[in-house]
């Protein structure tokens, strides 16, 4: 029997990725989009937005409509909030926070009913080396990714009873589209000019060279067959 995977911000970037070859892999796939009916996929896209409450209740109910199990859970929706810390203000740090963290949160609290009742399935959350290290221009992405190792360390203990599985995926930088699709911090400081300036230079040549995701659905699939996996994996060059 194919296992059922749900993959959420699927529609572009590093979850359509991940999907798509999940899909070509022979597994049931599922993905999430704000706008599902925009992209032609070959697997089954649903409407969810995790910054919305509603959405997230009503894409609970419509889910298991469709399937009768879910076997894995791929956190992936997010976005990269760019800027340096004391330039961006704390509206902007709370929306980062808002969709990294709590809206992963509250989507996998909604499935977390129907995992404990089948006693068995894995979440596995798309995090960040960012979120065991911070980096200058990414204050605000690395803590809600660091928050996100904190909070699935302690839910990984206490699901271990359902035989629920939990792990983080830690990726080093890839070639995806996270830095183009990134929001920038609109405050500016001009003490901080010439440093922003080599920032951006620096960023800039480093994603022009970075290599392609294949070790990171590399580890997916083999987290994916694991049985038992243990719960932090870095990948890439230098991750380890």
Known sequence: MKQTILVTGASSGFGLIVATKLYENGYHVIG????????QVPFKMLALDIDDDNSIKTFGRELFTHISQLDILINNAGFYLSGLAEETTIDEGKRQ????????????????PNLRKQQFGKIITIGSIMGLIS????????????????YFKALRFELSEFNIKVAMVEPMGFKTNIVTNSKVAENKIDDYDDYRQTL?????????????????????????EDKNPTFSHPVGKGAS
């Open 97 to 112: 926070f808002e969709t990294n963290f709590f809206g992963t949160i509250k989507l996998t609290n909604e499935l977390l």
């Open 135 to 150: 980096l200058p221009g990414g204050a605000y992405y690395a803590a809600s990714k660091h928050a996100l190792e904190g």
């Open 32 to 39: 999430t989009s704000r706008n599902p009916n925009k992209i």
């Open 200 to 224: 951006e230079s620096y960023t800039k040549d480093l994603f022009e060279n970075v290599p392609e995701p294949t070790p990171v659905i590399t580890k997916l699939l083999e987290l994916i």
